[in-house]
């Protein structure tokens, strides 16, 4: 039996674009597992599996349902051990976490601000209304104001990339010579980005952003399956 | 026979500062190697082990010379697969490159500006030459005013860290539940601030520093043996 998951969509159920939901849905091409999707939108995550999570991505793998990305993660990895590792050793699995946090606080808090009102024209009407309740309340502004001054701040988010770019000059991927979950911590980001705006958050020749064609290309391309916004 | 350590020195021998070199020394007393460090200035660098590199630490073990910090802990783990790790597995080794690019990129900038003349003063005479000369020409100002403003950047350096705070919530070491040589890849740099400058860099309540406290303690209080400038 495949494994479940909750994948969050817009208006377009062809179009997932959760940075989180990214990561598992690269983690399960990673291990050769099958899965289903379910299409699930912002005011149907409550009901998910009876509740389970306030947010999704959400797994079910038989009995089992697992919330949280790094947390799917980590059951993947250890419930079949036997397939490709997503952490290369323990010592990824804890590395991992820290890769996790600097992209929540370096990438998230620009391309979530500056791609807000992209997502929004993605939602069906009922998830507009949610959607904006919760972000105005988050931000505590108008929705439409929260991208304003992206541009002020492109250089900036550009230069906050340095490690990852001075990383991507000794090694093809974070995770080394093949990539590793880690990379589809950064890359769910970036994805998230490009299948809901044109913004131009990368230069076409920034080392980043080869690399992110590169992470395209994985797993028969499903990340580059699915357009970007055009 | 022992590896033999270059290890960068000022005037007092016993208060050995390079954050590259206290890396090393981690992962000597890590991998339970014995050692002997010799003491090194600046200006006697190039003159190691026949020019071997313009920077230290260098270490050599027998007839095998290595240079710089993170060639030397794979050299020690490839070399010493038998004793603790200092990776956790090739994930490991692929991402603590990460952690080692934060690190210079986040927290090496703000210290060694802030602490250049703390360095100066920790020096003899032929060094200070040598340290005034090369910092001038890097900085392009004299150095008494590179450290000129950081009171006003120290917020925002603190806020920098939060990757790092918010992994330490998760988990105790960056390697997880015992230390790595990620963890040793930041220790340097805090060590380095702590030996040279009695300058607050990290609140005591910090996360951050709760860890550092940790790691001085480590192989019985190796970091802590060398007293904080007073």
Chains 1, 2 share one sequence.
């Not at 606080?105 to 919760?134: N, Y």
């Not at 980043?208 to 357009?227: D, K, T």
Request: proline share 7%.
């Amino acid at each position: 039996m495949s494994i479940k998951l909750y994948d969050l969509v817009g208006k377009d159920h062809s179009r997932p674009f959760s940075p989180h939901c990214w990561k598992v849905r690269m983690a399960l091409a990673h291990k050769n597992l099958s899965y289903e999707t379910v299409p699930t939108s912002f005011t149907e995550v409550r009901a998910v599996e009876g509740g389970a999570s306030k947010i999704i991505p959400v797994i079910r793998d038989g009995e089992t349902v697992v919330s949280d990305s790094f947390a799917i993660a980590l059951y993947l990895e250890h419930t079949y051990p036997d397939r490709p590792t997503l952490f290369g050793g323990q010592g990824g699995e804890s590395m991992a976490r820290f890769i996790e946090r600097w992209s929540l606080a370096t990438i998230h808090p620009f391309i979530g601000s500056a791609v807000l009102m992209d997502i929004h024209e993605c939602l069906e009407p009922v998830d507009q209304a949610h959607f904006r309740k919760t972000r105005e309340a988050r931000f505590n502004k108008p929705l439409e104001e929260v991208p304003v001054g992206r541009d002020e701040k492109l250089e900036a988010f550009r230069a906050s990339l340095a490690p990852l770019r001075s990383t991507l000059a000794e090694q093809p991927f974070i995770g080394g010579v093949t990539p590793l979950f880690c990379d589809y911590i950064v890359f769910g980001a970036l994805q998230w980005a490009r299948v809901v705006s044109t913004y131009g958050f990368l230069a076409s020749d920034d080392p980043v952003a080869v690399w992110f064609e590169r992470c395209l290309a994985l797993h028969e391309g499903i990340g580059a399956s699915v357009p970007a916004a055009a």
